[in-house]
Every structure is written in C-alpha cells, then in structure tokens.
C-alpha cells in the first residue's frame, strides 16, 4: 500500500471550545486506527495544523471530509507527500501539548512566538512538528 503523509492548517470557528475540541479529539482517536491513519494535532490561537499519514486513499478522504467541516475555516493544504515510513505511527492522533511548548522553539522556525503555518512552508511545519516529538509535548 501507497503510504502519504499529509500537512494541512485550519482557522477554528469563533465558537469552538475545549468540549469540541476534545470531541474532535475522540473521534479521531476513535475511527483513525480503524482506518489505518495516525497523526499529530497542534491546536494553537484558533488554529489548527495537523499532519495525517496513513494509505493515500484513507488519508484523501479524511481530508476532503475535514475540507467541508463546518468546524474549520481557511483549510489550506501545507504539504502533501508519498512516504517510505511514518513518523508519527505511535499516535492514533496524538495532541500537542500547547502548555509544555517552549516558545524558542516557535521562534526557531517563525518571526514570532506564535503557531502560524499560513506565514511559513510545509517543510517547516514539518520539522517544527519533528521537534515537538523529539522534545515530548505531545500527549496521547
């Protein structure tokens, strides 16, 4: 099977709190292993970037779905690749953990202490999400 990684960025609407957010959450949790997709979520300042890897197909449709989700505004896709292996294979949709961020780590990659991934590329995206992994601010 053709494996994808997928990279894509999203405004939340104005009235989304924690409760969705968390269902939002459990959801992916729930349908993601079934589909064979894992991941990684970052939800920051209303915005969302998330990276899904799975087979093209599943990966496809679960974009296009989220495309259409009256949840997100502004989706714009970051990234899109064919994949030897995964990177985030240990999550079913791991979260980031905004609290534990350090902002150096923003500012490494951006202007400014702030998760933007409409001011920068894909690649780096990726590899501020890399970081994120290897310094352990995600939560299962």
Known sequence: MMLVRLM????????????????????????????????????????????????RSAVSQLYNRITTDPRHTDVVLLSYEEIGERRFAGWSMGQVNMARLNPALLLKYSATATLDPYSVSGKVSLALFDELVATASVMC
């Open 8 to 55: 894509y960025a999203s405004r939340a609407v104005p009235s989304i709190d924690q409760d969705e957010l968390h269902a939002i959450l459990r959801q992916s949790k729930l349908n993601n292993p079934g589909r064979g997709i894992t991941g990684l979520l970052c939800y920051s300042g209303g915005i969302f970037i998330q990276a899904l890897e799975g087979g």
